[in-house]
């Protein structure tokens, strides 16, 4: 089964950008849906963003549209969430989830799921 971990997170002011990355092992993630959740502090974990395997399919929840943006890199087994634009209401635990192929593209059941990078964003 595949593992998934997250890097990039840490502490950005308002406005500033991040770059997030989910890398894969023990398998290939071409053969995954790839979703991207956040956890604030007292709240539960929310989806944020989706790519389909192949990557012609997104999807983000409308607080984040326009500003943050999902790829992958099949190839290179990571997939990557471009934050732009950020604000205080950002801050949280994000991770990066993988389930098989769909025909939707968003939120749902996610079979797998990385530990998590801490993103703070100060005002």
Not at 7 to 31: E, K, P
Not at 60 to 84: C, E, H, P, W
Not at 92 to 99: D, H, L, M, T
């Amino acid at each position: 089964q595949v593992q998934l971990v997250e890097s990039g997170g840490g502490l950005v002011q308002a406005g500033g950008s991040l770059r997030l990355s989910c890398a894969a092992s023990g398998g290939s993630i071409m053969y995954y849906d790839i979703g991207w959740f956040r956890q604030a502090p007292g709240k539960e974990r929310a989806w944020v963003s989706s790519i389909s395997w192949g990557g012609s399919t997104t999807a983000y929840v409308d607080s984040v549209k326009g500003r943050f943006t999902i790829s992958r890199d099949n190839a290179g087994n990571t997939v990557y969430l471009q934050m732009n634009s950020l604000k205080p209401e950002d801050t949280a635990v994000y991770y990066c989830a993988a389930r098989g192929r769909t025909t939707v593209v968003g939120p749902g059941r996610y079979d797998f799921w990385g530990q998590g990078t801490q993103v703070t964003v100060s005002s």
